[in-house]
Nanobody, 123 residues
Framework: QVQLVESGGGLVQAGDSLRLSCTAS????????MGWFRQAPGKEREFVAAIDWRSDVTRYADSVKGRFTISRDNPNTVSLQMDSLKPEDTAVYFC?????????????????WGQGTQVTVSS
């Protein structure tokens, strides 16, 4: 079992930045892609960004492209730098470990999930 611990959420104003971090409990995550998803109240969980096991490939949702950056600080830690935040970015953000080494966007392609961290952007 892999446990994921997220940190870095909070309340900010539109245009501000936040950096989320997620650390996996075991090196199992080092051979797998990792991703960030988010879920707003009343909405389904949606893909935000993902990075492959070598940190060679990244993918972003269109809604965050150019504003968010995913990185792999070490094999077991993934971060999400969020700049130019908008009120519509408000959600609970989850990190996850993928079933495969390559980037995927579907929630079903991820095996282990963190507990989530709240990001609230005021206008």
């Amino acid at each position: 079992q892999v446990q994921l611990v997220e940190s870095g959420g909070g309340l900010v104003q539109a245009g501000d930045s936040l950096r989320l971090s997620c650390t996996a409990s075991r090196r199992t995550a080092s051979n797998n892609a990792m991703g960030w998803f988010r879920q707003a109240p009343g909405k389904e969980r949606e893909f935000v960004a993902a990075i492959d096991w070598r940190s060679d490939v990244t993918r972003y949702a269109d809604s965050v492209k150019g504003r968010f950056t995913i990185s792999r600080d070490n094999p077991n830690t993934v971060s999400l730098q969020m700049d130019s935040l908008k009120p519509e970015d408000t959600a609970v953000y989850f990190c996850a470990v993928g079933l495969r080494s390559y980037v995927q966007t579907a929630t079903a392609a991820y095996r282990y999930w963190g507990q989530g961290t709240q990001v609230t952007v005021s206008s």
